[in-house]
């Protein structure tokens, strides 16, 4: 199946659409016949509109749409260490409630777990 190609209007066209919807304003159901003449959605006219008020006449020329701009790899992993330091974070926060729960647990049963330090440890 062939994919659609977005339709592109040149300003020329744009500028024409707009005067003869400002033309056909006054008639009832004027601008509504000329979107369905023109095949057009009034979000066009809307957009269009817009562009014209802030007088960006350049903007209402089709704008090129280029690849992505390059990505700083360092930035890419900056993003993933810290996502990755969030969950670790978190997981060590839930494994040390759940090591205090076992010791009151023990401590209740009569069996209590003696307390560690890090540094006697290794």
């Given at each position: 199946?062939?994919?659609?190609?977005?339709?592109?209007?040149?300003?020329?066209?744009?500028?024409?659409?707009?005067?003869?919807?400002?033309?056909?304003?006054?008639?009832?159901?004027?601008?509504?016949?000329?979107?369905?003449?023109?095949g057009?959605?009034?979000?066009?006219?809307?957009?269009?509109?817009?562009?014209?008020?802030?007088?960006?006449?350049?903007?209402?020329?089709?704008?090129?749409?280029?690849?992505?701009?390059?990505?700083?790899p360092?930035?890419e992993?900056?993003?993933?260490?810290?996502?990755?330091?969030?969950r670790?974070?978190?997981?060590?926060?839930?494994?040390?409630i759940?090591?205090?729960?076992?010791?009151?647990?023990?401590?209740?049963?009569?069996?209590?777990?003696?307390?560690?330090?890090?540094?006697?440890?290794?």
């Amino acid at each position: 199946m062939a994919k659609a190609k977005r339709r592109t209007f040149t300003a020329a066209y744009k500028q024409r659409i707009l005067q003869e919807a400002d033309s056909v304003a006054a008639t009832p159901g004027g601008i509504g016949a000329l979107l369905r003449r023109e095949g057009l959605y009034s979000s066009h006219l809307v957009s269009w509109r817009r562009e014209r008020r802030a007088g960006m006449l350049e903007a209402l020329k089709p704008r090129k749409r280029g690849p992505r701009s390059e990505r700083n790899p360092l930035e890419e992993e900056n993003q993933k260490l810290r996502r990755q330091n969030v969950r670790l974070t978190e997981d060590l926060r839930k494994a040390n409630i759940i090591i205090e729960v076992q010791k009151k647990v023990a401590a209740l049963l009569g069996n209590p777990i003696p307390d560690v330090d890090p540094e006697e440890k290794s």
